[in-house]
């Protein structure tokens, strides 16, 4: 995805950064580029932007367990609210704004959080179009806001209810026990 990125905007890098060495023009410093700014955006709530903070690298980006960083209006600056009393030393975990799965923490910041809340797998389930009960169980579905292809998180301790209702619904073939299926526990 970053070679793709780097060759989209080749022409205009090579444009903008004409009074550079050719060397920081090419794709390896591109990469190397991307990588800081991945290591240091951050998503800051109570103003809804995308903010590079430069020491942000220096922290320990967790799932949604952490240190708050957001913008603070009365101050106008970035600030760091801590979750817990810290010790010197201690590292600081900062919760990640952005919601994101440990895939996408390693990409970004090289380092996954074994306890992160966010991390988790998708799984895909769909109804057959020529199930004989496909409208019956089409209406179920939208009853209890779902769709016939839907996608549910999978975690590392759980997955949800509505998964496995889903699934159990999907296999009826008997007309009389679909009333029988519960997406509630």
């Known amino acids: 995805a ?12 090579q ?3 004409r009074d550079f060495p050719p060397e920081a023009r090419s794709l390896e410093a591109f990469r190397k580029a991307f990588s800081v700014v991945l290591s240091r955006v951050v998503y800051l709530p109570s103003v809804e932007v ?3 903070v430069p020491l942000l690298d220096s922290c320990w980006q967790s799932g949604a367990a952490g240190a708050a960083l957001d913008y603070d ?14 010790q010197p030393g201690d590292t600081v975990g ?3 704004n952005l919601g994101r799965a440990n895939g996408e923490l390693m990409l970004s910041c090289g380092r996954v959080d074994s306890n992160n809340t966010e991390d988790c ?4 389930a769909s109804l057959l179009r020529t199930d ?3 409208e019956s169980k089409m209406m179920i579905l939208e009853s209890v806001g779902l769709q016939t292809d839907q996608v549910f998180p999978i975690y ?3 997955m949800p209810n509505q998964l496995l209702a889903f699934l159990r619904m999907s296999r009826v073939q008997d007309p009389g026990q679909l009333a029988q299926v519960n997406f509630e526990r």
């Open 156 to 158: 590392s301790d759980r």
């Open 15 to 17: 444009l903008a950064l």
């Open 2 to 13: 970053i070679d793709a990125e780097f060759a989209s905007l080749e022409e205009k890098l």
């Open 73 to 86: 209006l009365d101050f106008k600056t970035v600030t760091l609210r801590a979750d817990r009393y810290f």
């Open 132 to 134: 004989p009960l496909f």
């Open 94 to 96: 900062v919760a990640d």
């Open 121 to 124: 797998m998708e799984w895909a």
């Open 50 to 52: 995308l903010a590079l």
